[in-house]
């Protein structure tokens, strides 16, 4: 193999990095006419992170008196000094360091550990010890080399001003930076936490089509494919909210699904086409109770998480328990906007006049509601902070949401904002099914005039309603948004381990 090194070179490669790949090849030839290369019968029982935890402040005492340990990892550091030798050992909990003796492994193994390269996965057995200068360490007596890495690690990798390298190149980012690893720790963790919630509430979990004739349950740009078996387009879901309720129509009262979504949009620090939601249904509630228990899975979050529900997100304090506040939209536009009056937001032409001001451009299809709204999120969104239920929003912006019985231009719906960015979006259901038929029609004729985000006529959800919806409450909440926020990280991609980009340029 060592002779086709030249052959095998990577267009990317070059100098001295394709020296050391070239050296690491020949010990990979070296290693594999051993007959025992990449080996798959050496099981670590003990790993990094608990170690250190259980054995931190432990004297030497104790440490002579503990069983041995067996842990397995990559190769991190090492320093060889003649019969004595100090490694930095990695798993997926932490680092320990590991001290290698040659009389201790034998000339043969240690022979082979100094050639060992930073990057290769290594097991070892031993004795816990502490050094001289009080780390805690192993005592090796059992040393083997599990995988040959034949790519160096960076020196110094280039997270702090290469990001993109490190979302392309995940795995690299993972093993060089241990807070991406926390990130992902604790969205696993939140994730367990959130299904903990919502099992005690007494819902069910339930998984629905991914895969959908009629996209639906949201305004957004669908992904289209095309079914061969049945020669029809399909589209990859946008929302689950329509399926969701046909299930609430079947008697299941309390639904919930962690779903994966995809909405053919722009990439930002704030948006990626495919996204994980958290979407929730109960029947014989509103959205006061929704509001109340998106309340109570935030806080809790947070306490169970991080420790206690005050927290910083980009330098600034945030109090993530609840109650939170309540905002009707149109009191928040006149809030945070000197300039505006109560009454401007109810006279149609002044209503142009400050959309055009805040350099909106008022389409020829849009209400009052439709302004309103676009006026809200270009001049209010970004300074809401502290954690704040924007309600009251109007019908014309919410095809799906059960109108106020004493103001049906507005619906009894609510966005949740934290950090001037929205995290969850609830309402009382919709269950008059010739109102939603009305509505759901009003959207295909927008679609028809070109609002590519518009809903489509879905026949089939209106049927189901009219076997009766019960009174109902949902809502949707941006799992990757709250991760963001809970793991104090700007933009989304930090948050996804494989975030979409745009296809690398051809050499």
């Not at 990979?28 to 931190?56: H, I, K, M, S, V």
């Not at 958290?278 to 991080?306: N, S």
């Not at 109560?342 to 002044?350: E, K, S, Y």
């Not at 099914?433 to 609002?451: I, V, W």
Request: proline share 5%; aromatic share 8%.
């Amino acid at each position: 193999m060592s002779s086709d090194n030249a052959n095998n070179q990577d267009p990317a490669e070059s100098g001295d990095e394709h020296r050391l790949i070239a050296a690491r090849r020949d010990k990979l030839t070296a290693w594999r006419e051993t007959g025992g290369a990449f080996p798959n019968d050496f099981r670590p029982a003990n790993q990094a992170g608990p170690l250190a935890e259980a054995f931190g402040e432990a004297d030497d005492e104790a440490l002579e008196a503990a069983e041995p340990v067996t842990v397995a990892g990559r190769l991190m550091a090492k320093r060889v000094m003649g019969k004595a030798s100090f490694a930095q050992l990695q798993d997926g909990s932490g680092r320990i360091q590991l001290f290698v003796q040659r009389d201790a492994i034998g000339e043969e193994a240690y022979r082979a550990f100094k050639a060992m390269d930073v990057g290769d996965i290594l097991g070892a057995s031993g004795q816990l010890m502490r050094t001289r200068t009080g780390e805690l360490s192993i005592r090796v007596d059992e040393l083997r080399l599990l995988t040959k890495s034949l790519r160096p690690l960076p020196e110094k990798w280039h997270g702090l001003s290469d990001t993109e390298a490190r979302y392309r190149q995940r795995y690299l980012d993972l093993i060089m930076h241990p807070e991406s690893r926390a990130v992902f720790t604790l969205r696993s963790r939140l994730m367990r936490q959130v299904r903990r919630y919502f099992d005690d509430a007494g819902f069910a979990e339930v998984e629905t089509p991914m895969l959908q004739a009629i996209p639906g349950g949201a305004a957004a740009r669908p992904f289209v494919t095309h079914y061969n078996a049945l020669d029809h387009d399909f589209y990859l879901r946008i929302a689950p909210e329509l399926f969701l309720k046909r299930l609430v129509v079947g008697g299941m009262d309390r639904v919930y699904e962690l779903n994966r979504n995809f909405r053919n949009e722009g990439v930002s620090t704030r948006h990626n086409p495919e996204f994980t939601m958290l979407e929730f249904y109960q029947a014989y509630a509103d959205h006061e109770d929704l509001m109340r228990l998106i309340e109570g899975l935030i806080e809790r979050l947070a306490v169970e998480l991080l420790g206690g529900a005050q927290i910083e997100y980009q330098g600034e304090a945030i109090n993530l328990a609840g109650p939170y506040r309540r905002l009707p939209l149109a009191e928040a536009i006149v809030e945070f906007n000197p300039d505006i009056q109560r009454a401007d937001l109810d006279d149609d032409g002044r209503l142009d006049h400050l959309c055009r001001d805040h350099g909106i451009t008022p389409e020829s299809g849009w209400g009052r509601g439709k302004r309103q709204t676009e006026l809200f999120e270009k001049t209010v969104e970004h300074r809401l902070h502290e954690p704040t239920f924007i309600t009251d929003y109007p019908a014309e912006v919410s095809p799906l949401a059960r109108r106020r019985d004493d103001a049906p231009e507005l619906t009894e719906r609510f966005e949740l904002f934290i950090g001037g960015r929205e995290v969850a979006n609830g309402f009382s259901e919709l269950n008059d099914p010739e109102d939603q038929a009305e509505r759901l029609r009003a959207q295909a004729g927008a679609k028809d005039a070109g609002d590519d985000e518009a809903m489509y006529y879905d026949a089939d959800y209106v049927e189901a309603l009219e076997y009766g919806l019960p009174p109902t409450a949902g809502a949707g909440i941006g799992i990757d948004r709250l991760v963001m926020f809970l793991a104090d990280r700007a933009a989304i991609r930090d948050v996804l381990l494989f975030p979409q980009l745009r296809p690398r340029q051809s050499t």
